[in-house]
Antibody, heavy 120, light 112 residues
């Protein structure tokens, strides 16, 4: 059974850089689009972007100028880099796997989430 | 971006009673392949979201038949025939016909 384990800093000061990593255990790294999503307090889910093992990346235009998603296929890991954070970036960040196991594509795998608080 | 609008944003339901959540998209979610890319997820407290319904009306594996989805084009509905305590959480609709994937604001279901 495929599992995701994510880690990274949970408290940052404004202007610092958010770096999160998600490791994929027990399954095929190439079978999914690896995504990052976030959920601000009291708000709904926001898709940040995704990366495929082929190197394809897609980003939400709302964050595209700031965010970078990368991967290390040798370690079955993918990462999120978001520089210059502000209070507006305070949220729970999830890594997720977008897969087509059942003949349709959906967010099939989820990490446990990392709460980022941006505060001076 | 496609805007997904859910109503209501909160529901308080007596156990055994039905519940209904509406989701409207700013553009049609009907693809040229004939499929409609509207999904429903439930995020239980302290958990990651889990898939309930795919492509409007298909229950995902293991989802009880008290959950049903309907709709077409831009208007969709999730119905729970008999609400139980285990159904508590936030329900999201999400579209995947085009990037960026966008979610509704979420509907918080609580038990009276």
């Amino acid at each position: 059974q495929v599992q995701l384990q994510q880690w990274g800093a949970g408290l940052l000061k404004p202007s610092e850089t958010l770096s999160l990593t998600c490791a994929v255990y027990g399954g095929s790294f190439s079978a999914y689009y690896w995504s990052w999503l976030r959920q601000a307090p009291g708000k709904g889910l926001e898709w940040i972007g995704e990366i495929h093992h082929s190197g394809i990346t897609n980003y939400n235009p709302s964050l595209k100028s700031r965010v970078t998603i990368s991967m290390d296929t040798s370690k079955n890991q993918f990462s999120l880099n978001l520089p210059s954070v502000t209070a507006a970036d305070t949220a729970v960040y999830y890594c997720a796997g977008y897969g087509g196991d059942y003949g349709f594509w959906y967010f099939a795998l989820w990490g446990r989430g990392t709460l980022l608080t941006v505060s001076s | 971006d496609i805007v997904m609008t859910q109503t209501p944003l909160s529901l308080s339901v007596t156990p055994g009673q039905p519940a209904s959540i509406s989701c409207k998209s700013s553009q049609s979610l009907l693809h040229s392949d004939g499929k409609t890319y509207l999904f429903w997820y439930l995020q239980k407290p302290g958990q990651a979201p889990q898939l309930l319904i795919y492509q409007v009306s298909n229950r995902f594996s293991g989802v009880p038949d008290k959950f049903s989805g309907s709709g077409s084009g831009t208007d969709f509905t999730l119905r729970i025939s008999r609400v139980e305590a285990d159904d508590v959480g936030v329900y999201y609709c999400v579209q995947s016909i085009q990037l960026p994937y966008t979610f509704g604001q979420g509907t918080k279901l609580e038990i009276k």
